[in-house]
C-alpha cells in the first residue's frame, strides 16, 4: 500500500521538496515509502492512536529513516488537527481512513485541514462507493464487504463530493487508482 500511494502521488505531482500530511498515518505503511522520497522534514503523520505512533517510529527507525522527521512529524490527534508546528501542507492523503468512519468525519477533517494548506494544496482520500440505498456490498477485487451505516463503511460518490464542496473546497472524483481492495479516490483542491 506504500509503494502504491507514492507512485500514484508523484502521478499527480508530489516531490520532495512538497510538505506532506498523512491522515491516520497508522503504523507507518506509507511512511516507510514516502519519507525517504521526500526532503528532510517535509512529513507529517497524525493518528488517533498514540500506540500505532509509536510503531510508525519503529518503522523507520528500523530503516534508518526516523532522523529525517523533523519535530512533531508524528502526532495524536483525535480531531484531524495537525500540529501547530506543521508548515503549510501542499498534499495531505487519507488511506482507508474514512472507510471506517461515517461520513461525518470526512466532513470534519476537511473543515481542520482547511486553514492548514496551501494555496491549491490537494487532499486525496479514500473510500468505498456503493450506489445509493444499497445494503451490504462486497467488493472485488479484495472481497471487501461494506456497509451504509457500521465498518467498514460505503458511501455513494454524489454523497462523498457533497460533503467535500464546501467555500474551502473543490472536490473532484478520481474512482479506480488500482487499490487492492476496490477503494475508490476522491481529490480535494484547497480554494486560495
Ligand atoms: C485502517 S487504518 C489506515 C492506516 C494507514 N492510512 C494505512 O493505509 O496503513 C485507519 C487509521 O485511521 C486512524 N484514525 C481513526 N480515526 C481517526 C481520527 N479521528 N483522527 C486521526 N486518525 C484516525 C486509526 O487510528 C488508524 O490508524
Redesign the pocket.
Known sequence: ?GDLQLSFLRARGLMPSHTLL??????G??AVRVVPYLDVGRYFG????PT?LDSARDELRAIGQLERLGAHALTT????TPHPDTPPIDIAI????FT??PLD?FGRCLAALAPRMSPGGRFFATFFVAPEGAGATRHEPGGAVTYPDADPFHFTVDAILEQGRTSQWSPEWIGGWNHPRDQQMCMLTARA
Open positions: 500500500m498523512d491522515v491516520g498515518c497508522g503504523a505503511r506509507f497524525i493518528d488517533l492512536s500505532l490527534t483525535a480531531d484531524f487519507a488511506q482507508s481512513v471506517h468512519l468525519a
